[in-house]
């Protein structure tokens, strides 16, 4: 066949085009993966972004390793981009988690080096006590990882996925300070009664704006970060454990299960107005912006507060506080890691890696980092080092206990292990904010839910 | 024309009807000068076939490799990370289907909120665009300029109008505000549209029916303009009215019309889910959980758990599901064709 020179030319051209575009789309495939000259790490926190490149520079200027933060948010979306990274063998050197999380996941998948054979003794001890142990495989986490469909399944005993990088807890609630002294609240409410009638006396004082919120589009924010630690405090550990048990006769249908679902109840007339479609950030936005006097979150709820407008001199925070006849009065919060940081095992740069990981444990550094981003840093800080964290993060420091009688919202090994809060949140969230459900159906509902979950155990 | 195929006959390349020749005859096969005539033709099915070749491959990755993956995945367990599949068999459809206490009632849930969006939207659709395309078509002044205020809805971005819609629905919103400015304050929502349980799942299927008016109001436009007009002009003529002549000529002249309009809201309403993710997430409660939602929440919202062979799962229930539809409206189009 005769064909014009015109098409061969095109031909020619077509032919030599044909392996530059795909060297284009194999380059375009491995943007993180291939050819780095620096050290690479993935947060899903913006609010951690300036903090960590500040301790990256101080990291270079010290040993010469260079450092390239990158955020991805929101969680889903860094989940998202994991998984996929983890299809193309794309993944970055470093990379931030949830603690007792997502490490644990990953790790069990064979996508995180196990660190427990370097991260020693001494590393540890720079640690709060109570979360030295986060970041490893406990029996118990081994135990649930054997069930059928456990999120952990792949992990031994022993074995270390991350260390912590910022620590604190859920059950913190933030209230507009200014507002509450408007109202007649000067000091911040100890027992549940009290934070009832500061709830019932801003709310008088501006119906529309003076309510509370949480991220109930999330439903298990309502149940983990409100209603657990108050009922932890009103019936002590061990009944309190029990409303998760096997045995249904203790659990939310129980006397005890109805006495918190009742108190708990006390809340519902002064959700803020349209708290039940509100995220997580939606309803920090509406703290922030001044649509709400009370908020529930945690101690990393600063941070997206401070880089949203709110004055953090006018906020207060204090637990959520349990019933005046509690099994716990003086109930205080445990601190457990929130987030932590891996090395991933398809890293070429795993002694820089694991170098960065030890720069950021150290205690002056740490305090830096905590500051910078106003989250908690896990260290034992003490003199020079607790002062530079500032006034707002050194109370929340202090509020943190220990021992039995401090409710620690990480540990769920008193759970089954499919159990799944955000189903069981669902529920609850009928009952309130939503009123569609009274709490004797909602103790029916929840109770029935977990009793399956321990029947696929 | 006549110079160009004698020189393609001369050269080689078979003129119309010269292979059945050849092969009737059977010179094709043993004279000598088949052989650069087959060659010819060899090359030049190659080069035909080397221009099919990325179409097909991309067919077959993009196709066939991903359909065949997703219908494995729908037997298995898996999170996305696991080095490989746990089998499941037909569990995954069977604890969709009723066998899991925890499934099960999601998928129930959803299921229902996902036919009353399926029944809602099209009906609504078709009520509200045909009176305006028979409107339109009627006036001649500013016709332009009202077909394109019609049409903005469809032409802005999906993401910006559900959330310029999530502030309009809240409860300080313009839509409360303007009920309250109007004296109807007893019917606005102190939670916000999307906040009350019993107004989310019909605040999103009105959402929804504005934001499909605009094509089916364009497609019902170009059937009424396509119109033999002697037939209306007859309609006239026996003294029918406006409402006479939509009723009883146009309406069932634009059956396969809304036939099709009716065919493409069902299949946005069986499968889509981008407004219920953004302007919900399926909340209050479950209240605007629908199927396909739920799929993408046990695909990529389930916090790693294994769910990914769910998602699959109840994928190919959807797949299902739409091909029972398009069934019914073949079936339909047929009757009145």
């Known amino acids: ?457 | 024309m006549a110079a160009n195929l004698t020189a393609g006959t001369d050269a080689g390349t078979p003129g119309p009807g010269s292979a059945g020749t050849a092969r009737a005859t059977g010179k094709g096969r043993t004279s000598p000068a088949g052989r650069p005539r087959r060659t010819a033709r060899l090359r030049e099915a190659l080069w035909g076939y080397t221009f099919m070749a990325p179409a097909l491959a991309l067919f077959a990755v993009m196709g066939v490799y991903t359909i065949v993956y997703g219908f494995s995945l729908s037997f298995a367990q898996w999170n996305g990370f696991w080095p490989q599949w746990h089998w499941r068999g037909l569990r995954n459809y069977t604890d969709l289907l009723g066998g899991s206490p925890t499934y099960a009632p999601i998928v129930r849930t959803a299921a229902l909120n996902t036919l009353y969006v399926m029944i809602a939207v099209p009906v609504l659709t078709v009520l509200i665009s045909f009176p305006l395309a028979l409107v339109l078509n009627s006036i001649r002044r500013f016709q332009g300029v009202l077909r394109s205020v019609y049409f903005l809805p469809y032409v802005t971005t999906g993401i910006a109008v559900y959330f310029a819609w999530q502030y309009i629905l809240e409860p300080e919103g313009a839509i409360n505000l303007l009920l309250q400015s109007v004296g109807l304050g007893s019917l606005s929502q102190p939670q916000g549209w999307l906040g009350n349980p019993d107004t989310a799942l019909p605040t999103l299927i009105m959402v929804m029916v504005w934001s499909a008016v605009p094509v089916s109001m364009l497609l019902y436009l170009t059937g009424l303009q396509s119109l033999d007009g002697s037939l209306l002009e007859a309609a006239q003529l026996d003294g029918a009215g406006r409402v006479r002549t939509a009723l009883h000529i146009i309406w069932p002249l634009m059956r396969p019309m809304t036939l099709v309009i009716t065919l493409l809201n069902l299949r946005d309403a069986l499968q889509g889910f981008q407004m219920f993710l953004i302007m919900t997430n399926g909340g209050p409660g479950d209240s605007t959980s629908v199927l396909g939602l739920e799929t993408y929440r046990l695909a990529f919202l389930s916090e790693l758990s294994p769910t990914l062979g769910l998602a699959s799962a109840l994928g190919w229930l959807l797949f299902v599901a739409a091909l029972v539809v398009a069934f019914l409206n073949q079936r339909a189009t047929r009757r009145t064709q």
């Open chain 1, 1 to 457: 066949m005769e064909h014009s020179p015109a098409f061969r030319q095109g031909r020619r051209r077509l032919l030599a085009a044909a392996p530059a575009m795909a060297l284009l789309a194999a380059g375009c495939g491995r943007s993180a993966g291939a050819g780095r000259d620096r050290l690479t790490m993935w947060t899903f926190k913006q609010s951690h972004v300036k903090a960590l490149d500040a301790a990256a520079a101080a990291f270079t200027a010290q040993t010469g390793t260079k450092v390239a933060i990158q955020a991805i948010t929101p969680d889903d979306a860094f989940l998202t981009k994991v998984q996929a990274a983890a299809r193309t063998n794309d993944l970055p050197d470093v990379i931030e988690v949830h603690a007792n999380g997502d490490d644990l996941s990953f790790g069990g998948a064979g996508l995180l080096e196990d660190l427990a054979g370097t991260v020693g003794r001494s590393w540890l001890d720079k640690y709060l006590p109570q979360v030295r142990k986060d970041g490893a495989v406990t029996a118990a986490q081994y135990r649930d990882s054997l069930t059928e469909g456990s999120k952990t399944m792949g992990v031994k005993e022993g074995q270390r996925f991350s260390v912590p990088l910022t620590v604190g807890t859920f059950g913190i609630v933030y209230a507009d300070r200014r507002r509450l002294a408007s109202a007649g609240v000067t000091e911040p409410p100890a027992t549940w009664e009290q934070f009832i009638d500061a709830l019932a006396a801003v709310h008088r004082t501006d119906p529309k704006r003076g309510g509370i919120t949480i991220g109930v589009q999330q439903p298990s924010t309502a149940l983990e970060w409100l209603m657990q630690p108050m009922a932890f405090g009103m019936l002590g550990k061990e009944r309190f454990q029990a409303l998760f048990g096997s045995d249904p006769s203790k659990g939310f249908a129980s006397a005890d299960g109805q006495r918190v679902l009742t108190e708990y109840g006390r809340v519902t007339p002064y959700w803020m107005p349209g708290t039940a479609a509100k995220s997580i950030d939606d309803a920090d936005l509406s703290f922030a912006q001044g649509k709400s006097a009370f908020l529930v979150g945690g101690t990393f709820t600063l941070a997206f507060l401070a880089a949203n407008g709110a004055d953090p001199a006018n906020i207060m925070t204090f637990p959520v506080p349990p019933p005046a006849r509690a099994a716990i009065p003086g109930m205080q919060l445990s601190p457990f890691a929130l987030t932590g940081l891996s090395v991933t095992r398809t890293s070429r740069r795993k002694d820089e890696a694991m170098a960065w990981l030890r720069f950021l444990s150290q205690p002056d550094v740490a305090a830096d980092f905590g500051r910078a981003a106003l989250d908690v840093p896990p260290n034992l800080l003490t003199g020079a080092d607790r002062k530079a964290v500032g006034p707002l993060l050194t109370t929340m420091l202090d509020s943190f206990g220990t021992g039995e009688n401090a409710y620690n919202a990480g540990d769920t090994t008193y759970r089954p292990s499919l159990y799944d809060p955000g189903k069981v949140g669902a529920v609850l969230a009928g009952y309130t904010p939503l009123k569609s459900t009274g709490a004797r159906q909602t103790g029916n509902h929840i109770s029935s839910m977990i009793k399956s979950y321990w029947a696929e155990q």
